[in-house]
């Protein structure tokens, strides 16, 4: 019966020691730098630009060519855009510009939003993906790949063809009609115009040069992600407009680019291709300025 102190004191010090270590092993497993190790990485960028300040001088004066016909004063005033009223600059920040002339007048308004995901289990370069998904499926862009039966459809039946341009005439929602371009004149663009590099009609253009696409469409050069839309009013008793926009994603910022012109008289349609080149290089050169 003596021993039998030991023998208890023997027991409660193994118990002891199990006990210790799944302590420890517990203690480990609530860490938190656990917890911190599997949340989701955060988007590269923390801050965005001064919207006002985004576009380069030069760049604006080739934007709107009709300020340069106003008194300097009024060209500075042109220049140092409006900016847009926002809440958080540090979320979203945008600016616009417009000049008037006697022909015509032009806009330009930029447009910085900087996603940020409140889900630990989801980055801000994710969460980025889908808001920019919902801004391309808003836009309706057309179809760029169609079955061969359908692009040997007869005029008028709704064939597509994916190298060519739109008739130019607005559909009922104002956009540049990107669906029934077989059987229209293969020269014709957005604006109406005859463009260079469509072809002849006989021979469906010189080999190597098919029919430049002006249509509204996903951009593969620019950022992440990238479309171009193309919009232009109906004809009617005022002057017909056009907006060209460009969204893109870089990382977790999307940028809206939306380029507008509006001649004075009613029956010209503003020209597409310049549009669309324009607003794409300025895309570009804001590409590199959130890269800065």
């Not at 300097?72 to 409006?82: D, H, I, K, L, R």
């Not at 995901?117 to 980025?128: G, H, M």
């Not at 029919?211 to 171009?228: H, I, M, Q």
């Not at 680019?257 to 549009?275: G, H, M, W």
């Amino acid at each position: 019966m003596a021993y039998v102190p030991g023998a208890v004191l023997i027991a409660a010090l193994v118990a002891g020691c199990s006990a210790g270590t799944e302590g420890d092993a517990s203690a480990t497993d609530s860490k938190p730098g656990t917890l911190a190790a599997s949340a989701a990485p955060p988007g590269r960028y923390r801050t965005l630009p001064e919207a006002c300040r985004a576009i380069p001088l030069a760049t604006l004066k080739d934007l709107l060519p009709g300020a340069a016909q106003l008194p300097e004063a009024q060209q500075e005033q042109v220049y140092e855009g409006t900016p847009s009223g926002t809440f958080d600059t540090d979320r979203r920040v945008g600016c616009s510009w417009k000049s008037e002339a006697a022909d015509a007048s032009r806009s330009v308004t930029v447009d910085f939003e900087r996603v940020v995901s409140y889900d630990p289990a989801v980055s801000d370069d994710d969460r980025a993906r889908e808001v920019y998904a919902k801004k391309e499926e808003a836009a309706d862009l057309p179809s760029v790949s169609l079955p061969p039966d359908d692009t040997e459809k007869e005029p008028g039946k709704g064939a597509v063809s994916p190298e060519g341009p739109p008739t130019g005439k607005p559909g009922a929602d104002g956009k540049t009609d990107a669906t029934s371009v077989a059987g229209a004149d293969p020269g014709s663009s957005p604006s109406g115009d005859t463009g260079a590099g469509t072809g002849d009609a006989a021979d469906g253009g010189t080999a190597g040069s098919p029919a430049e696409n002006l249509r509204p469409r996903v951009l593969d050069t620019l950022g992440d992600s990238a479309f171009l839309d193309d919009l232009l009013t109906p004809a009617g008793s005022t002057a017909q407009h056009r907006t060209v926009s460009v969204v893109f994603r870089t990382s977790n910022v999307i940028v809206t680019i939306r380029y507008t012109a509006q001649p004075a008289v009613p029956t010209e349609v503003p020209d597409s291709k310049e549009l669309q080149e324009k607003a794409q290089a300025l895309g570009e050169k804001l590409v590199d300025r959130l890269s800065e």
